[in-house]
């Protein structure tokens, strides 16, 4: 970037700033944002944090705007958006207002949002189908569809109730003859530290498919639903299993199924509460009566112990296996390594988790692995479960291992960030990966090279 370009950029930059610092101070200074922050900052003490720590400082206030940038939508009204952006459209038949005629159907697939589980307080994924039948009179803008449904998305909520949420409101804001609404929802299902080293084949994701009609769509039998999820299979998508409106997903939610609360911290649980009311919500409706105790529960996951890691500790279980699951030759001797170790590990900027796997790299003589997968898998697990940004998660795992498999390792961390998904930059399908190297990956690009052509046979 040259001189001008530099310039350039910095104005820019500060433009930028200025615009941002106009918009946020508003933000930052409203009642409800401050409520936040103080909850959090208790919840991060809770924690065993240091909230003066550089990492943790601005976290009050990001968690304040990414809780209340996910629930906006208690503060959105479906008029609003519909009203202006219905209009008629005439068919070749009739001079007005026949879109499709009888049994013309308008369909929008794969619309992606993020929720909040009501339950649980973490987000969740939802894959979004509506289809309406036209009226007769008008049709509605296509991207207004999408709209109508995040803002119920942006609530506290529960798969079935959003989508009969999303389903009347279209019905009410178009008034066709009908609306269809099916959602693909994903919720992360986030082990606890035994189970994560104890279950190696943990089902990271809870799903449920849910269908809400109106109108024509209320029977569930009617043709018309034959024709939507036709409409749905042109595209792979089928949703043989969904629920319909008024059954219940008792055990949609992970933390529903865990019923060992266990001693939960007092003040943790009622600085939960008060989150929830300063987002608009009422603690005391039925449906979020456990959720604070449920999310401190989860939270302390990531309790930072300040123990050191007793690696005695880890159990190495008979069968455990000292063949690397990888190995390469490189100049004579070989690079071994161990792939697919899964991590879980929460965001410390927007107490959001993130997750993935950890590929290890490092040279043996004898290719074998001298401590065995299990105890590098727990190093991973506990590095994870714990406040972290990946970078750090990667160097840390690199130093550590470096003490038991030699001076020589390579880390690769592959992970998906919730905070770029769920909200601000909505960055779906987004990755991350790191790398960390110790001794001769760092000097040797064909070391490195080699290592990571392995990596992508491996999963
Ligand atoms: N380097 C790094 N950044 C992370 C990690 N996890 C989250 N982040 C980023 O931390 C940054 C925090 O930026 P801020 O501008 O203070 O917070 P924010 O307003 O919530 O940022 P946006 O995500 O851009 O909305 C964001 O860019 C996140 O994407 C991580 O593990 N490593
Ligand atoms: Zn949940």
Redesign the pocket.
């Known amino acids: 970037m040259g001189a001008l370009d530099e310039c350039h950029y910095n104005e820019e930059l500060e433009n930028g700033i200025n615009v941002g610092e106009c918009v946020e101070l508003g933000f930052e200074g409203e009642p409800e944002t401050l409520a936040i922050e103080d909850a959090v900052g208790v919840l991060l003490q809770g924690l065993g944090e240091d909230i003066n720590r550089e990492g943790l400082r ?1 976290t009050p206030l ?1 968690v304040a ?2 809780l209340r940038e996910g629930t906006r939508g208690y503060k959105q009204k479906v008029n609003d958006i519909v009203s202006g952006a219905l209009f008629p459209e005439a068919g070749l038949e009739s001079k007005f207002g026949h879109a499709g005629g009888a049994g013309g159907l308008v369909i929008v697939r794969d619309l992606d949002h993020f929720s909040y589980c009501e339950s649980c307080l973490l987000p969740f994924q939802v894959k979004c189908h509506v289809g309406y039948v036209p009226s007769g009179q008008r049709v509605v803008g296509l991207s207004k569809l999408s709209r109508v449904a995040e803002v119920f998305a942006k609530r506290l909520q529960d798969p079935q109730r959003l989508a009969d949420e999303v389903c009347s409101a279209l019905q009410q804001g178009i008034k066709p003859t009908g609306v269809a609404v099916v959602l693909q929802c994903s919720h992360i299902h986030f082990p606890d530290f035994e189970s994560a080293i104890f279950d190696p084949n943990h089902q990271g994701w809870v799903k449920v498919s849910v269908m809400s009609g109106s109108g024509v769509f209320c029977n569930e039998k009617a043709d018309c639903w034959t024709d939507f999820l036709s409409l749905l299979r042109f595209r792979d998508i089928n949703v043989d299993d969904a629920c319909g409106r008024g059954s219940v997903n008792k055990s949609w939610c992970p933390s529903q199924n865990n019923r060992k609360m266990g001693a939960s911290d007092p003040a943790m649980v009622s600085a939960v509460s008060s989150i929830l009311s300063s987002l608009g919500e009422d603690p005391s409706r039925k449906e979020l009566a456990e959720t604070p105790a449920r999310f401190v529960k989860w939270l302390l996951n990531f309790k930072n112990t300040n123990l050191d890691m007793k690696l005695n500790g880890f159990v190495r279980s008979k069968r455990d296996s000292l063949t690397p699951n990888g190995d390469v030759s490189c100049n004579e001797e070989h690079i071994c390594s161990e792939l697919n170790l899964s991590f879980w590990s929460q ?1 410390e ?2 107490l959001i988790p ?1 997750h993935g796997v950890v590929h290890i790299g490092y040279f043996s003589s004898n290719r074998i692995n001298p401590v065995g997968k299990s105890l590098l898998q727990s190093v991973v697990h506990f590095y994870g479960f714990k406040l ?4 750090r998660l990667t160097r840390q795992i690199a130093e550590t291992v470096s003490t038991f498999l030699g001076e020589d390792v390579m880390v690769v961390v592959e992970a998906n ?1 919730t ?2 998904i769920s ?3 909505e960055k779906f399908g987004s990755s ?1 990966a790191t790398v960390a190297v110790l001794g001769r990956f760092s000097t040797d690009p064909t070391a490195r090279a080699k290592f990571l052509q392995i990596i992508p046979n491996s999963s």
Do not use: D
């Not at 972290?388 to 970078?391: G, L, N, R, T």
């Open positions: 601005k990001r705007k990414a965001c900027h927007h993130f972290q940004v990946q970078e960030h905070c770029m909200r601000g930059i991350t």
